[in-house]
């Protein structure tokens, strides 16, 4: 504000009546003189509070989906709420039990119970299902049933509510009762599914006959042949059988003899009939759950409900209803485990990534205030030397500040609220408040100050003589203390777990933090080494750009933390998500084995040679690494003759082909001189030397099984005697299995069995077509379809876009702070070119000089942003694990126990290059603006400039 607006503000006296004259509000004259600054402001605190108000938000909402998406898709079996009840007690009158199993009587059990559940798991009805159905299954005795291995087929019997709703008819009729059914009908109708049909040679007019308990029997006459609707919804797949016959060994039996077992469909009141069974029939009615209104932070109400439901109160309240023999299942609790598992290893991930671009967020929001309250230096002192006290002028500047700041923050708060329906809004209020918070009193706090005191004009704190006060050295140290508590515990404890707090979260942006200070620090050093080579020099440009960049304020440590801060955030992110990329291509590797494979069920179909040939000559095949694998090896005892039942996977391979494949793979590499025999191998087609010892390359287990001596084995493919004589863990044939890898040379029924396929990338299409011409049953499987198949669920997909909207955020705030940077100078650069312009400078060399006075603090932040992203990353490492953020289930029996950070060179150096060339083009920019403008303009009598 000028000096004439601040006379405007001031009372002044009316000529006519003598008395005081109302003055112009303060706050209003203060927006009218500067409303270009005010919308700035407001537009900034705008922005911020809209991404301070939509982390917690976007953060919720896909926590949300996650849960939502982990009930829907997990396997009914474990998500559905079946509470179960023994047949009526036989002491009861029989017209009893047989009302007591009727539709009507366990629908209205059902209506019941669904209205007994608590909220957090009251579900719907469109799924949900009750019936009467046998607890186990009988022996059907029908000759014209199969039998594969002579052993009649077992049947279970059930009605089910609902059934014409969700199947189609495919052949005869619905099932019905004709009368009134009772525990002595001689005869009932029913229908079984498709699928059923198709493997039990069913038909509708088949008849089943089914013992009972009197001895005599009962008739099921197949009257229809039905198809489920939706075969993948709870109704059908909480009990599979119910639409899918299975083909079952019998238990204890060497060797097994398999039987068919099926299930048969009675019209709900045919339920009758089933107490004169042999079944043990049951009650049940099946809930399934609908989480469309479930939260995260319902999960806790969740589980205490299945836990009162499964053995509390609420299992009281349901016997009450159904029986007092009645008992509560289910795994829901299973599911809410895995998805807790997940999102708690995700978190603390996002949390990193939450804090740091706050962190560059607060330090932009302080370096605008301090723009802002550097231009109306002047005025203030102007106000305080009219008697303003220190009091009123921060009053004032507050009262101005809420205006902007308050309504702003509000703003911003509202327009999150369309983009993430559904989330509470209460979590997100706490960000746009601190953001107004901050910015409303770093304003005045940060501006009246410094004129406590007269300052002399000319008065300046320059960085190259600059002497860091005590108190600055103390709060440097603390800070350092911080930082170094927060890597160990970071590193120690990880990011998961109770690892997860706030200071761990803060490390890196403590690191930064750090490496910004000592940059500060260090940077007069070189200056002042720069200075004096320049000064040397003919050239003038060189030197006064060193002494303009020398005569920086020291107060410049904003403007470097604000830049190494979002370059390691953005090099945190990078990592993060190139850390994530590399798992999955891990997991997908350790499924495969190398980039394709062929091998039949169990790789126990031997493979023709044919088909070797073929593969090697497909597009994209560099090379083709046979294997024989046999599974279930025993292991030999230990030398005390005990006998751990212990067994591993044998490896038949050719030993420099499969070392090649090792190394390229990762998985297990070893020299392949290792797999030659001491004491000869065997011919082919003969039997290797009685006294040839074979080397092996063994998994960590079976080594500590062999020990370091000569060991016999007996194999499918021949008897050996095999030494360790290497160790890896992991191999690419089967990679999560112990195993044995041995010189195929050495066996003396040789045969391949398995392919894998190493190239750039192999053509799917010919290598299936190979497989198809050497036989059925041979399956292809491609490393990059393993890899396309991890698909990301709502909590990951979401972990990845915050972590993509918060490198973007910081390289925008990165981008405003070296605008801001520039802009709190660019006046006093702009009269500094117009007087040189008068003594002969150049436009050419004006842009040399502002490019060159930008260098010394952009290419410190640039090389200490690459440095401290990269130290970053390394220090963390270790205690930051992607696994949760990579693998929707965590590490499978293929997947990698752990996803670490990795630095990702592009991460690092491309923003670091775009500080450098940003700020040389602002500059550019603005040595160009000044050219087009008249000395005169700038030059003005008693300008401080």
Same mark, same amino acid.
């Given at each position: ?29 203060? @927006? ?27 953060? +919720? ?44 009587? %366990? ?167 089933? @107490? ?112 303003? =006290? ?78 860091? &006060? ?74 006064? &750009? %060193? ?95 005990? =006998?751990?039942?212990? =067994? ?5 391979? +050719? ?11 990762? @998985? ?71 195993? @044995? ?101 150049? &436009? ?9 006075? =930008? ?32 693998? &929707? ?57």
């Amino acid at each position: 504000m000028t000096e004439r607006s601040v006379r405007s503000a001031r009372p002044a006296r009316s000529g006519r009546d003598g008395g005081a004259r109302a003055a112009a509000p303060w706050v209003r004259t203060r @927006l009218r003189t500067a409303p270009g600054t005010a919308w700035a402001l407001g537009l900034l605190v705008l922005l911020t509070s809209f991404l301070a108000a939509a982390f917690p938000r976007a953060v +919720e909402q896909h926590e949300n989906e996650g849960l939502r998406h982990d009930i829907t898709a997990a396997d009914p079996r474990h998500s559905v709420l079946e509470l179960s009840s023994p047949q009526p007690e036989l002491q009861f009158p029989q017209a009893h039990r047989e009302e007591a199993v009727r539709e009507a009587a %366990l629908a209205s059990v059902h209506r019941q119970l669904r209205s007994a559940l608590p909220a957090e798991v009251r579900p719907g009805t469109a799924d949900s299902a009750y019936g009467f159905r046998t607890g186990k299954p009988i022996p059907a005795p029908d000759g014209w049933l199969p039998r594969p291995d002579r052993v009649d087929p077992q049947l279970s019997y059930s009605t089910l509510s609902a059934l014409p709703d969700h199947a189609t008819l495919r052949a005869g009729k619905w099932p019905a009762v004709h009368g009134e059914v009772s525990e002595n009908t001689p005869e009932v109708e029913g229908a079984v599914t498709e699928e059923t049909a198709k493997a039990l040679g069913a038909k509708p007019g088949a008849a089943i006959s089914v013992p009972t308990q009197n001895g005599k029997r009962l008739t099921v006459r197949i009257t229809g042949i039905v198809a489920p609707k939706h075969p993948r919804t709870v109704y059908w797949s909480t009990q599979p059988l119910l639409r899918t016959p299975a083909l079952v060994p019998e238990p204890n039996l060497i060797p097994p003899r398999h039987y068919w077992t099926a299930a048969v469909l009675l019209p709900p009141d045919a339920a009758p009939a089933l @107490l004169a069974t042999t079944g043990e029939p049951e009650m049940f009615w099946r809930f399934a759950p609908d989480p469309s209104g479930l939260t995260t932070s319902g999960v806790a109400g969740l589980r205490s409900s299945i836990a009162s439901l499964e053995g509390g109160p609420g299992l009281v309240r349901m016997r009450a209803v159904a029986g007092p023999n009645a008992t509560f299942a289910t795994d829901l609790d299973t599911v809410l485990t895995e998805y807790d598992t997940v999102r708690t290893a995700i978190g603390p991930v996002v949390t990193v990534a939450a804090v740091g671009i706050g962190a560059v967020a607060v330090v932009v929001l302080l370096m605008t205030t301090g723009l802002i309250g550097g231009r109306r230096r002047a005025e203030l002192a102007l106000l305080r030397a009219r008697g303003g =006290s220190m009091r009123g002028i921060c009053g004032r500047l507050f009262a101005e500040t809420v205006v902007i700041a308050v309504p702003a923050a509000a703003l911003g708060l509202l327009i999150t609220v369309p983009f993430f329906d559904g989330s509470r809004l209460w979590p997100s209020v706490v960000g746009p408040a601190a953001v107004a918070a901050l910015v409303c009193l770093a304003q005045p706090l940060g501006a009246v100050p410094a004129h406590r005191r007269p300052r002399p004009p000319g008065a300046r704190e320059d960085l190259m003589d600059a002497r860091p &006060s005590r108190r600055r050295t103390v709060a440097e140290l603390t800070a350092l203390v911080l930082a170094v508590a927060a890597v160990v515990a970071l590193r120690r404890r990880g990011t998961g777990g109770d690892g997860g707090d706030l200071l761990v979260s803060a490390a890196p942006v403590l690191v930064g933090l750090i490496a910004a200070l000592v940059l500060v620090r260090l940077l007069p050093l070189p200056l002042r080494l720069a200075s004096r080579a320049v000064a040397r020099r003919r050239g003038a440009v060189g030197f006064l &750009s %060193l002494a303009r960049a020398g005569r920086t304020s020291a107060g410049g440590a904003l403007p470097l933390l604000a830049l190494l801060l979002a370059l390691t955030t953005a090099a945190f992110g990078g990592s993060v998500l190139t850390g994530v990329a590399d798992a999955r291509d891990r997991a997908a590797l350790h499924a495969v084995g190398a980039d394709a494979r062929i091998s039949g069920l169990l790789d126990a179909v031997p493979l023709p040679d044919r088909l070797i040939r073929e593969v090697r000559a497909a597009k994209g095949v560099r090379e083709v690494a046979a294997v024989q694998v046999v599974y279930s090896v025993p292991l030999p005892t230990d030398p005390a003759g005990n =006998s751990r039942m212990k =067994s591993a996977a044998v490896l038949g391979v +050719e030993p420099a082909a499969y070392a090649r494949l090792a190394r390229s793979t990762g @998985l297990g590499p070893f020299p392949a001189d290792r797999l030659r025999a001491t004491g000869g191998a065997a011919a082919k087609g003969s039997a290797p030397s009685k006294d040839a010892v074979l080397p092996v390359i063994a998994s960590p287990s079976v080594a500590a099984e062999l020990g370091d001596g000569p060991r016999e084995l007996s194999t499918p493919a021949g008897d050996l005697r095999v030494r360790v004589a290497g160790v890896v863990a992991r191999t690419a044939a089967v990679p999560d299995s112990d195993f @044995l890898i041995v010189d195929s040379a050495s066996l003396t029924r040789r045969q391949t069995t398995a392919l894998l396929v190493t190239g750039a990338s192999p053509d799917a299409k010919a290598l299936r077509a190979a497989a198809h011409r050497a036989g059925e049953g041979l399956s292809v499987r491609l490393r990059s379809e393993e890899r396309e198949a991890f698909v990301d669920t709502p909590l990951q997909r979401g972990a990845w876009e915050i972590y993509a909207a918060a490198i973007v955020a910081g390289a925008g705030y990165a981008l405003l702070a070296v605008l801001l940077s520039l802009l709190r100078t660019a006046p006093e650069r702009t009269a500094l070119l117009a007087r040189l312009r008068t003594m002969g400078l150049t &436009s050419r060399q004006g842009r040399r000089l502002l490019g060159l006075e =930008s260098l010394p603090q952009a290419l410190p932040a640039a090389f200490g942003g690459v440095l401290v992203g990269w130290a970053t990353i390394v220090l963390l490492a270790p205690g930051v694990d992607l696994v949760g953020l990579a693998l &929707s289930a965590g590490p499978g029996p293929t997947a990698p126990e752990t996803a670490a950070l990795r630095a990702d060179p592009w991460s690092l150096t491309l923003p670091a290059l775009g500080v450098v060339v940003l700020t040389g083009a602002v500059a550019a920019v603005q040595a160009w603006w000044a050219g087009r403008r008249r000395p005169i303009t700038e030059l003005r009598s008693g300008d401080p400039r």
